[in-house]
């Protein structure tokens, strides 16, 4: 049964937003922001793959592997468990209350032009405090996404968008944009099911390899 995030922002503010593993390690704490939802589809793809699908299904994946391979080295909380629509407030506002490490939303592209292809990676205008810290692993993002997956790097930018500019002074926070629907052929790629698994995999691996290294500095 999916838990109301308003539910979830009323326990965060009764408990320690510290997480421990088992072994009394504190875990670092991500917000996973599967884009739409609900009524919101979010691009369709030419292949009818509606984006807030292929969002929920990757940020599920990575909780999967994040537990199955890695026996929970993040804690990681989702702003939507299922197909509901969550207020770009509402998912900002859960990374603030759990003082969280980071948000990575998850999105795809569309363009007009049908030939428009690979990832881009945005990350809030404006300085804050986070800004190096979002930018650095922005990079990995593109970085690891182009030499592991093959995706054409489209480079970072900068963005305004909501959920990023309400965390932006809070925690490193940024939107990935894992190809175009637009596009048949990334389009019929990311609905496979192997896919999912692969980019999710690349977006844990490069989560939990820049936390170790932020918390070994």
């Known amino acids: 049964m999916a838990v109301p995030i308003r539910f979830i922002l009323l326990l965060c503010l009764l408990v320690r937003s510290t997480c421990f593993a088992q072994d009394g390690r504190v875990l670092p704490v991500v917000v996973l922001d599967p884009g739409h939802g609900g009524r919101d589809t979010g691009a369709t793809g030419a292949n009818g793959a509606l984006e807030k699908n292929i969002g929920l299904l ?6 999967r592997l994040n537990r199955e391979l890695y026996d929970h080295a993040l ?3 989702l702003t939507r468990n299922t197909d509901t629509l969550v207020s770009l407030y509402d998912r900002a506002r859960l990374a603030r209350v759990l003082d969280a490490d980071g ?3 998850l999105h795809c592209n569309h363009a007009n032009r049908q030939e428009a292809k690979g990832i881009e990676v945005f990350v809030p205008k404006g300085k804050s405090k986070h800004t190096g810290r979002a930018k650095r692993i922005a990079e990995l993002f593109a970085n690891n996404l182009q030499q592991d997956l093959g ?3 489209r ?3 900068g963005a305004n968008f909501q959920v990023l500019r309400e965390t932006r002074e809070h925690c490193w926070s940024v939107l990935i944009e894992l190809g175009f629907l637009s596009n048949r052929k990334e389009a019929e790629h990311i609905v496979k099911e192997a896919a999912t698994t692969s980019i ?3 977006i844990l691996d490069t989560l939990i390899a820049y936390l170790n290294e932020r918390n070994c500095k």
């Open 200 to 202: 999710a995999l690349v």
């Open 155 to 157: 480079g970072l930018k």
């Open 103 to 105: 948000l990575v939303s």
């Open 151 to 153: 995706y054409w790097n």
């Open 58 to 63: 990757v940020a599920h994946e990575i909780v």
């Open 75 to 77: 804690e990681i909380y």
